[in-house]
């Protein structure tokens, strides 16, 4: 009875308990274990999207609790304190973790231990490719688009759907080679809106899917992507319903173009399949970091590894024997292209507990390829140090003033200084690309928003 009473005469004593253990609740909630965060650039494209011209701004989730209890890893996406700012925040992938060596080469990532090991290229997980790879959207306007070759009269292409009668083929692009466009990956809905050019179109890009359905004609002896990569060519064969009794499907890898040349390499399917007639079937065709893979009906059923390439030059055929095939829903993508030209660091030798962190919009990410310090050492307060950001971003020199000249600089913690000009003296620049297990915050988890009916996006996703 007295607590009833005492709850009847002291009712604000339970709404301030109930306020305080709300705003405990928030705190730990925010802190320890989920946040939300806005994506302001375009430097995940198209994993995550940050963008002012079509005002598309990815809104995420983040796990704070799991990294409390294990380390992160590699290929995971992740949250972190900037090490040359630590008032900032910045979302990157993981690509290297030491200790190890890291290196970019030919748009593609490698890994060694150390110097007794050979390098090998880096390989994604599967659910974190498919969210790498950048559909080029074939026969779009202002896209890359087919060309139906000479002798095929019966063909006709347009976007996603072919329509093959007879022997012949069909190249992509039409002219010309697959390059790292800078809009490449982005939703056709919002792609002719996005006008920025950085690096766009600068380096050819080898690894590449085919993927679509294709319904073949009771006379259809074959139907063959092939791929092509500097001299190289890679052929995946699907026999057809009118195929030889005794051909299979196939991958073959062929780097001279004499007639009756051995392969350099060939790896056949161990059982029976062929194309049936008047049914569709689901394929995929991919070179991806030196291997060539087959999928049929969503099952990888052939690979065959191939040496590096360096040359990337790349476009590829579909080629259809005998009485014809239908192919709809036919997409082609192209892998994430890193960049190591023009970018302070493309080699790292990785210490234990920190990491390497890159965009998977490699034209236009700030991350450890070009991380650096500017350090000055300022009459009366000592060295200071901040992120130094070309193009007068940091430091930057205000002119026109009264007094001359000033410099503006903006430290790790996020404080501002300036001086006169002249008045400090600037030490050697250094080389920052690691950062520190301690700083990474949390693992990004989902995008749950924008919904932009005006454009047709839904961004609802998983984050791989």
Not at 106 to 134: F, H, I, T, Y
Not at 268 to 278: I, N, S
Not at 388 to 414: A, C, I, M, S, Y
């Given at each position: ?20 253990m ?6 730990m ?6 946040e939300?965060y806005?994506?302001?650039?375009g ?27 294990r380390?992160p890893?590699r290929f995971?996406?992740?949250v ?5 700012d630590?008032s900032?925040?910045f ?14 080469a030919?748009g ?7 110097e ?5 290229v880096?390989?994604?997980?599967r659910?974190?490719q ?8 074939p ?17 006709k ?12 083929s069909?190249?992509?692009p ?14 056709l ?17 080898g ?5 679509g359905?294709?319904?073949a004609?009771e ?9 092509r ?11 057809g ?6 051909e299979r499907p ?18 056949e ?21 030196d ?30 024997e ?17 960049i ?31 991380w ?8 009366g307060?000592?060295?200071?140090r901040?992120n130094?950001?070309?193009?007068e ?9 009264p007094?001359?000249p ?13 001086w ?16 520190p297990?301690?700083l ?5 988890v ?13 961004r609802l996703?998983?984050?791989?």
């Amino acid at each position: 009875m007295s607590g009833d009473g005492d709850q009847r005469k002291h009712p604000w004593r339970d709404n301030i308990e109930a306020i305080t253990m709300a705003i405990i609740m928030a705190v730990m909630l925010k802190y320890f274990i989920v946040e939300a965060y806005k994506i302001p650039t375009g430097s995940m494209q198209p994993t995550l999207m940050g963008n002012t011209e079509t005002q598309v701004f990815d809104r995420i989730l983040v796990d704070k609790f799991s990294f409390h209890y294990r380390d992160p890893e590699r290929f995971e996406v992740v949250v972190f304190k900037y090490p040359l700012d630590v008032s900032k925040n910045f979302i990157k992938r993981i690509v290297g973790v030491g200790p190890e060596q890291l290196k970019v080469a030919n748009g593609d990532l490698w890994r060694r231990a150390d110097e007794s090991e050979p390098w090998r290229v880096l390989r994604r997980p599967r659910p974190v490719q498919e969210s790498a790879w950048k559909e080029l959207h074939p026969g779009e306007p202002g896209s890359r688009t087919w060309k139906v070759l000479a002798g095929a009269p019966g063909w006709k292409a347009s976007k996603d759907t072919i329509t093959a009668r007879g022997s012949g083929s069909v190249r992509f692009p039409q002219s010309g080679l697959i390059t790292d466009q800078y809009r490449d990956g982005y939703p056709l809905s919002i792609r002719d809106k996005i006008v920025r050019r950085v690096g766009s179109s600068a380096h050819m890009v080898g690894d590449l899917r085919v993927r679509g359905e294709v319904e073949a004609l009771e006379g259809c002896e074959a139907v063959t992507v092939q791929l092509r990569e500097g001299d190289r060519r890679y052929r995946f064969r699907l026999p057809g319903p009118a195929a030889p009794e005794d051909e299979r499907p196939s991958i073959r890898f062929e780097r001279s173009a004499a007639l009756g040349a051995a392969p350099d390499g060939v790896v056949e399917l161990a059982e029976d399949w062929r194309l049936p007639a008047g049914r569709s079937v689901a394929f995929t065709a991919q070179n991806l970091d030196d291997r060539l893979t087959l999928e049929l009906e969503g099952r990888v059923v052939l690979e065959l590894d191939v040496p590096p390439a360096t040359d990337q030059s790349s476009f590829l055929f579909l080629h259809v024997e005998g009485e014809g095939a239908d192919f709809s829903d036919v997409a082609i993508a192209r892998d994430i292209f890193y960049i190591s030209d023009s970018r302070r660091v493309s080699r790292w030798d990785i210490p234990a507990d920190h990491y390497v962190m890159l965009g998977d919009n490699t034209q236009d990410s700030s991350d450890s390829r070009e991380w650096a310090w500017r350090a000055y050492d300022l009459p009366g307060v000592g060295i200071v140090r901040g992120n130094l950001r070309l193009n007068e971003e940091n430091p930057h020199t205000v002119k026109g003033l009264p007094g001359g000249p000033q410099v503006w600089f903006r430290d790790e913690w996020g404080e501002r200084h300036h001086w006169n000009q002249g008045e400090a003296r600037q030490l050697e620049d250094e080389q920052a690309p690691f950062v520190p297990r301690k700083l990474i915050t949390g693992r990004a988890v989902v995008v749950f928003w924008p919904f932009k009916w005006s454009l047709g996006l839904w961004r609802l996703r998983w984050i791989r």
